[in-house]
């Protein structure tokens, strides 16, 4: 005997203005009575403070109630029978109703401590003598099309320049003296649903040139009383070059390089300024030279320059679009 959820679209993707349809499916061996099947929608942002961030009193950590944003009901079919073997019963909520008076609807994202989700829950009230029927699925939640960005994104991007002088951080004696120039430019804004663009060029290096990577950062904001308390993590890291499919095992010179990086999907949303929390990105641009030393700390922390590294990081405003 088992009951599942499914819905009408396969990439489970509805906006607000939409109604949320699918099928219930149950399946058993012989025919069951019920007191009701309901159809619960339950949205929240759900944020969390973990244990060593700055400036937090430990009394602070864990859990911070949740943000609700929906919270509905409906009843799918009164009390009656299911039949045996697999019976399909279909059903449809509308996510946003006008009266509704909580907060607006935030794109789903699954963050370090900020998650914004979205489930609907299936319950089939079999009465004391029965263990209930149920079952929880996540589904997606965009914004409408109404509220997408109507003019298109600015066709300019950044220029960047990365040498031994823009670096904040002490770097290995052979590169500091022997110097390297990167330029490049790189698109500062995009669409949830293109790419990352730009190039970059090596024009001089003393040292040769490992890897240069593209990685992407969340920077997760939780307001805690009068203070804000910041996160920053890495979602993705995009190779851009690698010595082993680059002839003389070091990246040519003067040669344009394509970024082209394509976005995670639930591990991305809207650049997002609200009142009690914010989701920001930014991307980093960052040239591993050649170094023993490097070899030893293989799974060093992205946040953390290192002798052996140089990098650029800039602000990415991400936005969904028509």
């Known amino acids: 005997m088992s009951v599942e959820l499914k819905f009408s679209r396969s990439n489970r993707i509805y906006r607000p203005s939409e109604a949320l349809e ?8 012989s025919s069951i009575s019920h007191y009701g099947i309901r159809l619960t929608v339950k949205g929240s942002v759900n944020l969390q403070v973990r244990g060593g961030s700055a400036g937090v ?10 943000i609700p944003i929906v919270n509905r009901t409906i009843e799918v079919k009164p009390s009656g029978k299911i039949g045996s073997g697999t019976s399909e019963i279909p059903f449809s909520l509308n996510l946003r109703q006008r009266d509704e008076n909580l907060e607006r609807f935030y794109e789903t994202f699954h963050g370090t401590d900020i998650s914004i989700q979205y489930l609907a829950t299936v319950d089939i009230s079999r009465g004391y003598l029965h263990k209930s029927l149920s079952a929880t699925t996540e589904f997606i939640v965009e914004s409408d099309k109404a509220d997408l960005l109507q003019r298109p994104l600015s066709p300019e991007m950044v220029i960047f320049y990365i040498t031994q002088d823009t670096q904040r951080h002490p770097l290995l004696p052979e590169i500091k003296s022997g110097g390297f120039r990167v330029t490049g430019k790189i698109s500062t804004q995009c669409s949830l649903s293109g790419p990352i663009n730009g190039e970059l060029t090596v024009e001089a290096s003393a040292v040769p040139i490992q890897t240069i990577d593209l990685q992407l950062f969340r920077v997760e904001s939780i307001l805690l009383g ?29 040669l344009t390089l394509p970024i082209y990086v394509i976005l995670p999907r639930l591990l991305t949303c809207p650049t997002t300024l609200a009142g009690p929390f914010s989701i920001e990105f930014k991307v980093a641009i960052v ?6 030393l490097s070899k030893l700390h293989k799974k060093s922390d992205p946040k953390t320059p290192r002798l052996w590294l140089a990098m650029e990081t800039l602000p990415l405003e991400l936005v969904r679009t028509k």
């Not at 009193?57 to 949740?66: D, L, M, N, T």
């Open 57 to 66: 009193v430990e009394s602070f950590y864990g859990a911070i109630k949740p």
């Open 287 to 292: 040239i591993s030279f050649q170094s023993e």
């Open 226 to 254: 009068d203070k804000i308390v910041t996160e920053t993590s890495l979602v993705q890291t995009t190779q851009a070059s690698d010595a082993g499919f680059i002839a003389d095992g070091d990246v040519c010179r003067n």
């Open 22 to 29: 699918g099928k219930i499916v149950v399946k058993t061996h």
